[in-house]
């Protein structure tokens, strides 16, 4: 009997060991990252590389200084934000829509929206925006990022409106109660917990598009993502600049990742595993 | 009653008007607009004409076009792979530690929560030829340093290993789910039959964890065909054009070279391999379904 627990002891250590390595395989390429990012410049390119320094800000502080990097934050945000709350409006009723009647057009756009290369939108889009003199606009930049928002939210908040009983939904409708009301007055307030974990998902993915905003934005209106291609240009001689660069863009998808991580899994794999 | 269900009907159908029209706007009508535009040729001038499959037929006669395939599915077999073996090894040894704590869970979301571009960066600057912290680890462990992505030979391996890095804990947080939806019992009668820890896994486990592995590896299919921010990010399809998948190319036909005709073609192309292979690996995951 002992002997039987000895040997599911050293599997049970084989175990966290491996998984203790795995741990470290994921996490310390972003720990190289973050640390390099609080180096000296003549520390950061040392070789051999330093692993005990004295940690400065002066990447961050330097930042500011010589890159835009609060103005593209803001058009960041600007876009993220705008392309998130388009995406919740376009995609919550549809997706209620879609709960009741069980018509799946919306689903099976979404999944061509997410099948397709970006390129082969962006090369119309182009076309069409530069007709209505559009290209560098915010709006070309929210209105084709909700293009990515608006099937994330559709495919995240159906199984949430599936979830409230039908009972809820009949029993309204006996009190002459129409679908419009209904949505609003009971679905919406049914679903808070996927609206919140919606436009979380919708803003993460918005945050880290890439492609789009290359082609569509200017100068003016650059995201942190598609700058990000600058920042490497003059990282080539300064990597603490670049590597606080690319800690700070990734900041606000990691945080808002681990709240939402108990939906994640489902969300991202458009329901098809239960996370 | 009836004149309640043409009401209800007309206001279901209001509900979902704004995502209709705003579908037709933004994704049908540029889709049948790319169609369009690839059938068309385009002057100097900027004027362009129908052309009728010019462009296609120039696709089939262009050894870009076919390096291009080629460096898609090289790169998209060598990651799918890696990410799969990976992930179900991850899986496996997540569902076996019977308490896992949530910073574990938080670590493991956090490579594919990032975007693409800061791996992009990250890795650019590890995997630097001559200061890179991944050479001094080769060279101090006595391995020859490699140049990683500067390498023609290397930069599409070192691609799916970033990728792999990135996705692997996907595929592994999806098959842990599989694996926590198979029912116990399985396990019991097995155990009490005797079967070996192996022979467990590879005849009972691993055959019932098919159909999520098949998921996975249609969602990770559909990125993987198309893949494009890291290798922007860092190579641009470099050094030369050893790393210009499909996409990379028609990217660059169209928006550095300002062919939107022919970049038309290759991308409506490129759909249709995506979306084939994900009709055949749909059909394969049916055929393993239990």
Known sequence: ?275 | MKETSDNTRRQLAALSAPALIFTVGMIAFPFFYTIWLSLEAFSATGASHFAGIVNYRHMVDDGEFWHGLAITFTLYLLSLALQLVAGTYLALLLFRSKRLPGIIRSLFISPFMMPPVVAGMMWLVILDPSLGAANYILTSLGLPPSDWLASPTWVIPTVALIDTWQWAPYVALIVLGGLQSLPPSVYEAAEIDGASPFKRLYRITLPLLMPTIMTATILRSVDLLRFFDIIYITTQGGPANASDTLNIYGFRVGFEFFQFGYASALMVTLSVIVLGAVLVLNRMRAAVEW
């Open chain 1, 1 to 275: 009997m002992s002997d039987k627990t000895l040997s599911d002891r050293l599997i049970g250590f084989l175990n966290t060991f491996q998984l203790a390595v795995a741990g470290l395989v994921v996490i310390v390429p972003t720990l190289w990252m973050v640390l390099s990012s609080f180096k000296q410049s003549y520390e950061v390119t040392a070789y051999p590389p330093t692993i005990l320094f004295t940690p400065t800000l002066s990447n961050y502080a330097a930042l500011s200084q010589t890159t835009p990097f609060l103005h593209y934050g803001l058009n960041s945000i600007i876009v993220t934000v705008g392309s998130t709350l388009i995406g919740l409006i376009l995609g919550t009723p549809a997706a209620f829509a879609v709960s009741w009647t069980r018509v799946t057009w919306p689903a099976v756009i979404a999944l061509v929206a997410r099948m397709a290369p970006g390129t082969l939108f962006l090369l119309p889009w182009y076309v069409m925006f530069r007709h209505f003199d559009m290209i560098g606009s915010y709006w070309s930049l929210i209105l084709t990022h909700a293009v990515i928002t608006m099937p994330i939210v559709i495919w995240v908040l159906l199984p949430f409106f599936d979830g409230i009983p039908r009972s809820v939904f009949e029993a309204a409708q006996v009190d002459g109660c129409s679908p419009v009301r209904l949505f609003r007055r009971i679905a919406l307030p049914l679903v808070s917990t996927g609206l919140a974990v919606s436009s979380i998902l919708a803003f993460v993915f918005s945050w880290n598009y890439f492609l789009f905003a290359l082609v569509l934005s200017n100068s003016d209106t650059k995201t942190l993502i598609a700058a990000s291609f600058n920042f490497i240009g003059e990282g080539s001689t300064n990597w603490g600049g670049l590597m606080a660069a690319a800690t700070l863009i990734a900041l606000p998808p990691l945080i808002l990742a681990v709240i939402v991580q108990r939906w994640l899994i489902s969300g991202l794999t458009l329901g098809a595993v239960k996370g």
